[in-house]
């Protein structure tokens, strides 16, 4: 958790499950999807509080950490309901703000 509250460190670097190479970009495991799927609300929450934090980043499946993390829940993990409920409201404030940007243009 030092790293993330660490401004330098890049929150969207992610490890790929194959190579085990880091790259920033879609089609990795992120910071976000690890501490989504590990159940971890007080790396997650740190994680959001970034504005540099991504989440709609995509693993190695083109998923989202909020997308891995419903179906977790639905496979029977239900301590991660609350991780879901953290990660839809993270989603309907990017949306806002993208909706708030198209109308000033």
């Not at 690890?34 to 509080?49: D, F, R, S, V």
């Not at 693993?59 to 879901?84: P, Q, W």
Request: proline share 1%.
């Amino acid at each position: 958790m030092f790293l993330v509250s660490q401004k330098e460190y890049n929150v969207n670097v992610g490890t790929s499950s194959v190579k085990g190479e880091q790259r920033i970009g879609c089609h990795e495991t992120t910071p976000l999807h690890a501490a989504a799927m590990k159940g971890n609300i007080q790396l997650i929450q740190m994680l959001l509080e970034r504005k540099d934090c991504d989440a709609s980043l995509l693993d190695e499946n083109g998923r989202t950490a909020l997308e891995n993390t419903k179906d977790a829940v639905k496979n029977g993990r239900k301590e991660l309901v609350n991780i879901v409920k953290i990660l839809e409201n993270d989603w309907r404030k990017d949306e806002k703000k993208i909706r708030r940007k198209s109308q000033k243009m």
